[in-house]
């Protein structure tokens, strides 16, 4: 916290764990990638404990559709919860909505398109995409689509479509969403 109300980044970490591999195709995550997963929570915590941020109380981990969709959810975050003393919180999708507002609101305010314009916002994700309708400052709507990057790619290899079309869906998926929102 920035002491007035908002906050500072104090660092951009980022480490891929396939977990959506494991959910979208075996509709379990394997243990293999559940160990991925705890090293790579570890690491987080140790890079928070550098900053001097290890009270649990100020620790927020959250997981999106991989996790929420997995048949083994509860293993994945136990295993988590015992190696890493992290408690991950799963979004459901209004918390998602309110995260991809979140993650763009600063930015929309300073620029003045936030009270000036209607915008349509977008997040993509492997699981599933965020579609978000603002109103000069105020959601219209917002809506989910269980369709994100890793679940077209997937479909695209079992149909054998060329590695070289999957922009030309993913922007055909992007136009979809968008013209569904009204």
């Known amino acids: 916290s920035d002491g007035q109300g908002g906050f500072r980044v104090l660092d951009t970490l980022q480490q891929a764990v396939l977990l959506g591999r494991d959910t979208f195709t075996k509709a379990i995550i394997g243990q293999e990638t559940i160990e991925e997963c705890v090293k790579a929570l570890r690491g987080y915590r140790k890079i928070l404990a550098e900053y001097g941020l290890s009270d649990q109380a100020r620790i927020l981990a959250v997981a999106t559709s991989a996790i929420r969709e997995a048949a083994n959810r509860d293993e994945v975050l ?14 459901e999708d209004a918390e998602i909505s309110r995260y991809t507002y979140l993650s763009v609101h600063k930015q929309l305010k300073k620029s003045g398109l936030i009270n000036n314009a209607n915008l349509l916002i977008m997040e993509m994700g492997g699981g ?13 709507n917002a809506e989910v689509f269980k369709v994100g990057s890793y679940r077209i790619r997937r479909v695209l290899e079992d149909y054998h479509v060329p590695e070289s079309r999957l922009r030309q869906v993913m922007r055909g998926h992007v136009e979809r969403a968008a013209g569904s929102i009204h």
């Open 128 to 140: 599933s995409t965020d579609v978000l309708t603002m109103q000069k400052g105020s959601v219209g």
């Open 78 to 91: 136990d295993r988590i919860f015992v190696a890493t003393g992290l408690s991950v919180e799963i979004l």
